[in-house]
């Protein structure tokens, strides 16, 4: 079985609805996953925007996720607690912005890439920024899976 990743708001390739984009309610889409390897001591959640007119636009960097986790709920960054831990994203906020490419710019591709890790922590600052945190990641992923969203403002 092999590492699988999908939302209830939105299936892979679809538009993500508007009350998860950064002018709707700026909501964390609940997402779900299953087949993680055995091994498996934690994941790590980023979403990312490689369509953005100046690059490749971190949205979102979650980190420090249970391994006996099997998804994360809607609205995961602001539910109060000991849970997993969040990267500065490119809008300089630690925590989740949706969509929000410009008007007129066509269809952005929102990727949404777990990864499943063989650490149970990644040593990572609360000020390291999304791309920091999946390039450590990776130095432990035993497995990867992606989910895209589209979003487009007219």
Excluded at 66 to 82: F, H, M, Y
Aim: proline share 11%; charged share 25%; glycine share 10%.
């Amino acid at each position: 079985m092999s590492l699988t990743l999908m939302s209830p708001a939105f299936a892979d390739g679809q538009q993500i609805p508007t009350k998860y984009a950064r002018d709707g309610e700026n909501l964390f889409p609940p997402v779900k996953w299953s087949g993680p390897p055995e091994n498996t001591k934690s994941f790590v959640l980023i979403v990312e925007d490689p369509d953005a007119p100046r690059g490749t636009f971190r949205h979102c960097g979650i980190f420090n996720i249970p391994a006996d986790w099997d998804g994360l709920p809607e609205s995961i960054d602001t539910k109060p607690g000991n849970g997993p831990r969040f990267a500065k994203n490119d809008f300089g906020d630690a925590r989740y912005d949706g969509p929000q490419p410009p008007k007129g710019h066509g269809t952005h591709h929102y990727h949404f890439r777990l990864a499943a890790l063989d650490v149970p922590h990644l040593a990572v600052p609360g000020s390291a920024g999304v791309e920091h945190l999946w390039k450590e990641a990776r130095k432990h992923a035993l497995a990867e899976a992606e989910l895209t969203g589209t979003f487009e403002v007219h």
